[in-house]
Nanobody, 115 residues
Framework: VQLVESGGGLVQPGGSLRLSCAAS????????MNWYRQAPGKERDLVAT????????VYADSVKGRFTISRDNAKNTVYLQMNSLKPEDTAVYYC?????????WGQGTQVTVSS
């Protein structure tokens, strides 16, 4: 089972990034997928969740209206489109899936919002 994030980088305030998470080793289309983030010195927080078919999504209050989670089950990939980025969005972003055998995490991708 593997999750591999990509798409992070340095962006100016107000800019946009799209993160991707490629999944392998499990039946991707059967699972709820999550994006978390962890800023330096802070706990890892849930950012967004998407149901197995993409029919429902849930967002943290801090990103509602700015971030969009989506998935492509044919490509075994989940995305996080981030718009109107703020300096406080700076963090390492992690993809996550909770399976019966336990929680699986990717290696993370750094997002830095700075002028």
């Amino acid at each position: 089972v593997q999750l591999v994030e990509s798409g992070g980088g340095l962006v100016q305030p107000g800019g946009s990034l799209r993160l991707s998470c490629a999944a392998s080793g499990f039946t991707f289309s059967s699972y709820v997928m999550n994006w978390y983030r962890q800023a330096p010195g802070k706990e890892r927080d849930l950012v967004a969740t998407i149901g197995s078919t993409g029919a429902y999504t849930v967002y943290a209050d801090s990103v509602k209206g700015r971030f969009t989670i989506s998935r492509d089950n044919a490509k075994n990939t989940v995305y996080l489109q981030m718009n109107s980025l703020k300096p406080e969005d700076t963090a390492v972003y992690y993809c996550n899936v909770v399976r019966r055998v336990g929680s699986v995490w990717g290696q993370g991708t750094q997002v830095t919002v700075s002028s």
